[in-house]
């Protein structure tokens, strides 16, 4: 997720007790989610936005406690990925679903 040519919409981490120490890095970009897991040895997932099917919001009530949630993006065939425990999960919910549609070429229009 280093790579200089990328503009980031959104960056985050997996937070631990509501605190962002985890090894898990998200970021989101116009065109792509990224998921890099581990310190040492890493792991990088990249999902392109125009292949997600569905978005979800889910929080289990220790999240609700520490204020953070997890967003279900699910894409391809049966295929899904999770930001995990992460601040703000409706905003970046709702950030992943407006980029979608723009990926799309569908027009988002507000009421």
């Not at 999240?63 to 699910?74: A, L, Q, R, S």
């Not at 905003?91 to 027009?107: C, D, F, N, T, W």
Request: with cysteine; proline share 2%.
């Amino acid at each position: 997720m280093e790579n200089v040519n990328i503009t980031y919409l959104w960056r985050g981490k997996k937070t631990v007790l509501g605190l962002p120490i985890g090894a898990t890095k998200y970021a989101v970009s116009e065109e792509k989610i990224f998921i890099e897991k581990g310190a040492m040895n890493t792991e990088t997932e990249e999902v392109a936005l125009k292949e997600i099917n569905d978005i979800s919001v889910t929080t289990s009530s220790a999240e609700k406690f520490f204020k953070v949630g997890t967003v279900v993006v699910k894409y391809g065939e049966n295929k899904e990925c999770k930001l995990e425990s992460i601040k703000q999960p409706m905003m970046v919910s709702e950030l992943i679903h407006q980029y979608v549609e723009k990926a799309r070429g569908i027009k988002s229009y507000s009421i």
